[in-house]
């Protein structure tokens, strides 16, 4: 009875040294946890504007010029169905040619694409980032944040077109310009 009692104790004991052992969020934790949920918010945003204009200029703007129309040759050669990849590529550039347009008053300057499903959107001059200063920590942190609604932004419209797919955004090398970003498209499969 008494060897149970000590184990009891002891194990009380470490169990009140494990929940010590755990640190509590500092300051810094929490700033970045608070940021983090920022971004998610304005990504939401963008993903919910992305989706609707979208939704608006593929009602007035073609989409899919490059693809053979339905019951056409080139179809029935293909087999009567559209090739998903090729379906993929031409909504991204709708995406570079006329939604980016509409947006930013500017087309996408270069697309990338290996044809298995990755995407790579560069913008050497986004209207947004085109006055952080170029080499500040701050600055990089804004622009960060900020680009969280243009990857939205791609996201809504890509699902609004019934793409599923993951956006994120990086800086160009460069280092001296702030507003040259490109964005990576990977389609869900």
């Not at 640190?23 to 963008?46: F, N, T, V």
């Not at 991204?92 to 980016?100: A, G, Q």
Request: net charge negative; charged share 25%; aromatic share 6%.
């Amino acid at each position: 009875e008494g060897d149970g009692a000590d184990v009891g104790a002891d194990g009380g004991a470490e169990a009140e040294a494990d929940t010590a052992a755990l640190p509590e969020p500092d300051q810094e934790e929490l700033a970045i946890l608070s940021a983090e949920r920022a971004a998610a918010k304005i990504e939401r945003l963008g993903f919910d504007v992305g989706y609707r204009l979208c939704e608006r200029l593929a009602q007035s703007k073609p989409l899919g010029q490059g693809l053979p129309p339905p019951g056409s040759a080139a179809a029935v050669a293909a087999g009567g169905t559209v090739d998903p990849a090729a379906m993929q590529l031409e909504a991204v550039k709708f995406l570079c040619k006329e939604f980016w347009t509409e947006v930013f008053r500017k087309q996408i300057d270069k697309l990338q694409t290996n044809h298995r499903g990755v995407f790579v959107l560069k913008d050497h001059e986004l209207r947004w980032l085109r006055r952080l200063p170029p080499e500040d920590e701050t600055a990089r942190v804004a622009a960060i944040k900020m680009l969280a609604f243009p990857c939205g932004l791609i996201r809504g419209a890509l699902s609004n077109l019934g793409i599923a797919a993951v956006v994120s955004c990086d800086f160009l090398a460069d280092g001296k310009n702030m507003a040259a970003c490109s964005f990576n498209i990977k389609i869900k499969s």
